[in-house]
């Protein structure tokens, strides 16, 4: 009996672990799930409004997901399944909650507003995409904002298309202010941080860019455009470091190669391409190339009219194409933006005298001789052109024979004395220092009438008519 009694009492015990065991492990389980659970409708449709609130619209799908499961003719849980698909412009899977729940309630006009407003968005989002591949960014953009976000305000397919609609319409400020709020939503969102990145790239904030481009790439190593764009900037600064470098180092024709390499790479970044175009302008005008430096400080000044080096390297190149005129322009325009650079003050004046001495005779030139002419090949050059302008051979044009004799005559009073020669070289105005303003008054090359400067005497052959000119001496 004793040992029966033993055995019985073993059975309850092991019966008793048996069953604490089963609460613990597989009853309390399902206790807790149950317990994660609203205890009834009411209290799970708080909880999806709840999530809406916090834009968890995936866990509100869930649980409305979960009444229908129960109770598939729960009109209520259609309308709010559809609305919250309607945010997310899954269109689709909303007009056919809709539907559903119009079919429970017939005659629900707040429902049949919403289905109407469904369908405009999504026409509107399909024509935005149509106007985008259109290059109509102005227009899609407006479907866009005024129409689909207005309705489907969650709809990321939305976000990211304005996005980048801001971007092709230049604006980056605005492309990273929108792609901002996606990230907040979702940090690794590669769409959003491709076009961040870009907004910030052509803002030339290259570092920040290239910290979008990888934060993507970590997330997805074989991103075909987060690669693209990442490795294109850096070719991009590699190339540009490069002209830079060679510049420093006088290297200026590498230069030049270099920096129209990478202008190549990208035309559309004006906010680097600017700079490359204004280090190119600096090579070129070391090389003296004129034209080719005028070129690319015009193109530096199309994209910012503002840049005052740009202007005073344009004036530097002017002079280089003697454009005496054009270049005092830009550079008097330079001076007066940055009226404390010296260096462009001085250029200034250069300018200024440079164009001076544009507008005076060239006696040189007149005598058609290098401004290195000996003296001995002043004596020829004026004699032969004396002799070719001497009034008396040139009978049938005499008054246009005179007044180039003037200018021959003077032209030798001036560089056939050295002290003279030196002044004019210099920059002095000669003609007033001659006194011959005012059409040579005061200058007469013939003799006779006591017009001052140096006095001449010719010997043609049968003289000049009516006299008055004398023999001519020679040299």
């Given at each position: 009996m004793k040992l029966l009694c033993s055995s019985t009492?073993?059975?309850?015990?092991?019966?008793?672990?048996?069953?604490?065991?089963?609460?613990?492990?597989?009853?309390?389980?399902?206790?807790?799930?149950?317990?994660?659970?609203?205890?009834?409708?009411?209290?799970?449709?708080?909880?999806?409004?709840?999530?809406?609130?916090?834009?968890?619209?995936?866990?509100?799908?869930?649980?409305?997901?979960?009444?229908?499961?129960d109770d598939p003719n729960h009109s209520e849980a259609y309308l709010r399944r559809a609305s919250v698909l309607r945010q997310l412009c899954r269109y689709e899977e909303s007009e056919e909650s809709y539907k559903k729940y119009l079919e429970l309630k017939p005659g629900d006009s707040a429902a049949e507003k919403e289905l109407s407003q469904l369908l405009q968005a999504k026409n509107?989002?399909?024509?935005?995409?149509?106007?985008?591949?259109?290059?109509?960014?102005?227009?899609?953009?407006?479907?866009?904002?005024?129409?689909?976000?207005?309705?489907?305000?969650?709809?990321?397919?939305?976000?990211?298309?304005?996005?980048?609609?801001?971007?092709?319409?230049?604006?980056?400020?605005?492309?990273?202010?929108?792609?901002?709020?996606?990230?907040?939503?979702?940090?690794?969102?590669?769409?959003?941080?491709?076009?961040?990145?870009?907004?910030y790239y052509y803002l030339a904030d290259h570092d920040v860019a290239l910290k979008h481009y990888q934060k993507g790439l970590r997330s997805d190593p074989e991103h075909s455009e987060l690669k693209k764009t990442y490795f294109g900037l850096k070719n991009l600064l590699k190339k540009t470091k490069s002209a830079e470098d060679n510049e420093s180092k006088g290297k200026f024709r590498m230069a030049v190669e270099d920096f129209k390499a990478a202008l190549a790479m990208d035309p559309n970044h004006s906010a680097h391409n600017v700079h490359l175009y204004l280090g190119l302008c600096k090579v070129q005008i070391k090389l003296g190339r004129g034209k080719d430096a005028l070129d690319s400080c015009t193109e530096a000044l199309k994209i910012d009219e503002e840049l005052v080096e740009a202007l005073a390297q344009r004036g530097e190149a002017k002079l280089l194409t003697e454009d005496w005129e054009g270049a005092v322009q830009d550079l008097k325009e330079a001076y007066q933006k940055s009226s404390q650079d010296m260096s462009i003050r001085e250029s200034l004046m250069k300018a200024e005298r440079a164009l001076k001495m544009s507008k005076r005779k060239d006696w040189y030139k007149i005598l058609g001789i290098s401004k290195t002419a000996s003296i001995q090949e002043i004596k020829r050059a004026y004699k032969k052109l004396a002799l070719q302008w001497h009034p008396d051979k040139n009978v049938d044009n005499r008054e246009a024979a005179e007044e180039k004799f003037r200018e021959i005559a003077a032209a030798y009073e001036v560089l056939g004395d050295d002290e003279k020669r030196v002044r004019f070289d210099r920059g002095e105005d000669m003609e007033d220092n001659m006194g011959m303003g005012g059409g040579h008054g005061g200058f007469?090359?013939?003799?006779?009438?006591?017009?001052?400067?140096?006095?001449?005497?010719?010997?043609?052959?049968?003289?000049f008519p009516g006299g008055g000119f004398g023999g001519f001496d020679g040299f």
């Open positions: 009492m073993d059975l309850f015990r092991a019966r008793g672990l048996f069953f604490h065991l089963f609460i613990l492990f597989i009853c309390q389980p399902l206790v807790s799930r149950q317990d994660a659970k609203p205890s009834n409708v009411a209290d799970l449709f708080k909880r999806v409004s709840e999530n809406i609130q916090v834009k968890r619209f995936s866990e509100a799908l869930d649980d409305l997901n979960t009444v229908l499961e509107a989002l399909e024509t935005a995409l149509n106007l985008f591949d259109s290059k109509e960014y102005g227009k899609a953009l407006d479907y866009v904002d005024k129409v689909v976000l207005v309705f489907s305000s969650s709809c990321i397919k939305a976000k990211i298309l304005k996005v980048k609609l801001m971007l092709e319409l230049k604006d980056y400020s605005g492309a990273i202010s929108e792609s901002g709020f996606i990230l907040k939503e979702d940090e690794n969102n590669l769409d959003a941080l491709l076009i961040r990145g870009r907004a007469n090359p013939f003799g006779g009438g006591g017009g001052g400067g140096q006095q001449y005497t010719f010997h043609f052959e049968g003289g």
